[in-house]
């Protein structure tokens, strides 16, 4: 009668890391995203950034005219 007692804790037990585990997995993903966003919004900001200077530099060129 002790080892069925014994293995019906160390079930429950097992699944309670294997639940931590995958929350860990999707906060890992969700940081994963976050940074590819970030990467992503830091390129277009400067892309915006250099097609702002390229408008202001053409429009002083041709107001020179």
């Known amino acids: 009668m002790d080892s069925p007692s014994t ?5 429950p037990v097992a699944e309670v890391p294997d639940k931590k ?4 997995l999707s906060l890992t993903r969700i940081d994963k995203r976050f940074t590819a966003l970030f990467s992503i919004l830091a390129k277009l900001f ?3 950034l250099i097609v702002l200077a390229m408008v202001v ?3 002083e060129l ?3 005219e």
């Open 7 to 11: 293995d019906l804790p160390d079930q």
């Open 21 to 24: 585990s995958a929350h860990r």
């Open 46 to 48: 400067f892309i915006v």
């Open 57 to 59: 530099v053409t429009r």
């Open 62 to 64: 041709f107001s020179q």
